[in-house]
């Protein structure tokens, strides 16, 4: 088969390529969403909503998420429109109403960026202990963009990788974003990623994570790349790259005047004889039917690498299992791996798009149910929290008490991990925090 029908079997389109060859990257955000083509779809409501709401939580989309995904006609509620765009219950009314008059009144920008930092750091910025507990050292100094949680997988947040295409507004990775220093987690030196690995011969997989970390030129992400490969770390199996960008910026795979560069360092980690993973935020099924998404998706797989999907379950977004039963069957059609559901994290507008822990256990068999066992290989739902990564198995009766059965899935400690336990069954439950020991104990047995 010549290489042009390989391409056609795979729906790999060379037109396609050259009509969008010109595929240009626009950021909408705070200072010029205003000149978006499509501002006259808002009131005046949303629009204001957004200014005091983006003050806060950062906010910022591109002109292929406003073109291709979001459905103008179907906005407030289209998925799109509310994944990048703030909403106005995102924020509590209390901060709402301060950031909104303090807007009205005119303050100044050292005001409002003041009362942002107050309400911001009401927000958890960093939850699950990210920045006190998960910090390795190296030669006793804390290593300033590295965490170190689960024995197998160490996370590399890459300086230049700290942005996004486009910000989603549920992300817990918010904090990132919002120019407060102390708050961001980055490093340059992978020379001393190097090192840390060479001393933990338990770690199998590196994460490179952000923001997100194909935001970054190849020739600024290769040299990372290189430095894993070029080591002596016989341990090391598995790299991962942690992106949306097959959601948010497709071209990133097709036309950027680096994607071929690109593609050739995922072919050269996989001829290696390592495994490269691009660890996929998929949303909802829609993100993976433009052309765009499924071209680059094909290009990413001609690498050789393997595409896992994975997202919380979010109110306004995809809190309905048809979503979910709809997008692992297309993921599985386009080879891609389903991987996890999430439950929404502590943090940022966590009130506006959580749901109980029981309906996103409903949802999760709800939507596991209809697919076969090529799209079971997702877990879920699964909290990210300080434990661990907890999946809610479900609600039972043991004798006359109503329960939570829960198991992690990981844990810091290996031998916490696949034991069942039980909490106190509550219906408002949104996250491990609000779970209580079952059969009146006085704690879970990991604690
Ligand atoms: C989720 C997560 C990982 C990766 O876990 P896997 O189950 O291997 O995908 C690693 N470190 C931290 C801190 C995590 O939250």
């Given amino acids: 088969m010549s290489i042009q029908e390989m391409a056609q079997e795979v729906g790999y389109n060379q037109s396609y390529l050259q009509e969008n060859e010109n595929a240009h990257y626009r950021a909408y955000h705070l200072k010029n969403f205003k000149t978006m083509p499509h501002i006259d779809r808002l009131t005046g409501e949303q629009i204001f909503a957004i200014e005091v709401v983006g003050r806060v939580l950062p906010f910022r989309t591109n002109n292929y998420v406003t073109d291709e995904l979001i459905h103008w006609d179907d906005i407030p509620n289209d998925p799109f429109f509310v994944l990048n765009f703030p909403q106005r219950d995102m924020l509590k009314p209390t901060h709402f109403n301060k950031m909104a008059s ?51 997988t160490v996370l590399f947040f890459p300086s230049q990788g700290q942005t996004c295409h486009a910000f989603c507004t549920f992300c817990f990775r918010w904090a990132q974003f919002v120019g407060i220093e102390d708050l961001k987690i980055a490093m340059k030196e992978a020379s001393l990623l190097v090192e840390y690995l060479q001393e933990h011969p338990e770690v199998t997989d590196v994460l490179f994570t952000g923001g997100d970390p194909l935001i970054m030129k190849t020739h600024v992400l290769a040299p990372y790349i290189n430095a894993l490969l070029d080591a002596d770390l016989p341990h090391l199996q598995n790299i991962r790259i942690g992106s949306k960008a097959l959601s948010y910026w497709p071209y990133r795979f097709l ?43 094909s290009r990413v797989q001609q690498t050789g690498t393997v595409i896992r999907a994975q997202s919380p379950v979010l109110n306004h977004i995809n809190a309905d299992p048809a979503i979910w039963a709809r997008m692992w069957k ?62 809610i198995l479900g609600t039972t009766k043991v004798r006359d ?13 290996p031998e916490f991990v696949h034991r069942p336990f039980f ?16 059969f009146d104990e006085d704690r879970f047995f990991f604690e």
């Avoid at 958890?124 to 100094?141: C, F, T």
């Fill in 255 to 297: 036309t950027d005047a680096d994607a071929d560069d690109l593609l050739a360092l995922f072919e050269k980690v996989n001829l290696s004889g390592r495994h490269l993973a691009l660890m996929a935020h998929f949303s909802h099924y829609r993100e993976l039917q433009t052309e765009a998404a499924r071209q680059a998706i």
């Fill in 330 to 391: 297309e993921q599985v059609r386009l080879g891609v791996i389903p991987y996890y559901m999430f439950v929404p994290r502590d943090t940022g507008a966590q009130h506006y798009f959580s749901v109980p822990l029981e309906k996103a256990w409903n949802i999760f068999r709800q939507a596991y149910r209809q697919v076969s066992g090529l799209s079971r290989t997702v877990r879920g739902p699964v909290m990210s929290c300080h434990p661990g990564k907890v999946q």
């Fill in 102 to 152: 303090l807007l009205i009144s005119g303050g100044g920008p050292r005001r409002i960026n003041r009362l942002a930092n107050i309400i911001r750091y009401e927000l958890s910025p960093h939850p699950a202990g990210q920045l006190k507990d998960n910090r390795p050292r190296l030669h006793g100094e804390v290593l300033p963009g590295v965490q170190h949680k689960y024995h197998e």
């Fill in 423 to 438: 909490a106190k069954y509550d219906p408002e439950a949104i996250w491990y925090t609000d779970l209580k020991p079952a």
């Fill in 401 to 413: 008490e109503k329960i939570f059965v829960l198991r992690a899935i990981q844990s810091r400690k």
